[in-house]
Nanobody
Framework: QVQLVESGGGSVQAGGSLRLSCAAS????????LGWFRQAPGKERERVAR???????SYADSVKGRFTISQDNAKNTLYLQMNGLKPEDTGIYYC?????????????????WGQGTQVTVSS
């Protein structure tokens, strides 16, 4: 069974940085897309970034140039480096995984989710 455990959230001031980690287990890494999502209070969950099976990455327009998604295959860990944080980045951040038949694309729906980690950015 796929298990995902996030860590690294916290409270920072605007302009600061955080790195989120997601320890993954129970799956064949090479067959899965991995992604970071977030949900702000009163808003729907949105995809922040994802990494496809071939290592290709994609970002939401709101975080391009500030966030970087990466993975360490040896450690089965997914990361989200967040720089230049803004108050609107506040929310619960989730990592997610989904098996994919495509090398360079990811499904729209992810089946496996972590418990989430809170990120709070103050102005």
């Amino acid at each position: 069974q796929v298990q995902l455990v996030e860590s690294g959230g916290g409270s920072v001031q605007a302009g600061g940085s955080l790195r989120l980690s997601c320890a993954a287990s129970g799956y064949t890494q090479s067959r899965y897309c991995l992604g970071w999502f977030r949900q702000a209070p009163g808003k729907e969950r949105e995809r922040v970034a994802r990494i496809a099976r071939n290592g290709g990455t994609s970002y939401a327009d709101s975080v391009k140039g500030r966030f970087t998604i990466s993975q360490d295959n040896a450690k089965n860990t997914l990361y989200l480096q967040m720089n230049g944080l803004k108050p609107e980045d506040t929310g619960i951040y989730y990592c997610a995984a989904q098996e994919s038949t495509f090398l360079s694309a990811c499904p729209g729906v992810f089946a496996y989710w972590g418990q989430g980690t809170q990120v709070t950015v103050s102005s």
